[in-house]
């Protein structure tokens, strides 16, 4: 077995602070929710417009999807920010594909 170690990941200028995934299957989407904390002059957060593809990527762990919405929350050091990604299978849900 190898040792890894990780050191905390930036997404959108920010420090990551938690991060979780939940796995659909067949018309229900995947999500990635992640919590940043933005932290000037060190990092500022530079969140995309709703609906942009993104990726976050961490270690062996990649998720890649739709930025679907954010909520930013006063904290005692700042602000953090709850982040939402979602894959893009709901957006695809009922659409036909003609491959030949």
């Not at 929710?33 to 417009?49: A, G, K, M, R």
């Not at 679907?68 to 036909?96: A, C, H, N, W």
């Amino acid at each position: 077995m190898v040792a890894t170690t990780f050191s905390t990941p930036l997404f959108f200028g920010a420090r990551v602070v938690n991060a979780s995934a939940s796995l659909g299957w067949g018309g229900d989407s995947s999500t990635c929710q992640l919590t940043l904390v933005d932290d000037p002059p060190n990092y500022v957060i530079q969140l995309p417009e709703v609906g942009t593809a993104v990726a976050f990527q961490w270690g062996d762990f990649y998720f890649g999807g739709v930025f679907q919405r954010y909520t930013r929350k006063r904290s005692t050091g700042g602000f953090t920010y709850d982040v939402i990604i979602e894959s893009p299978s709901k957006l695809l849900d009922g659409i036909q594909i003609i491959l030949e």
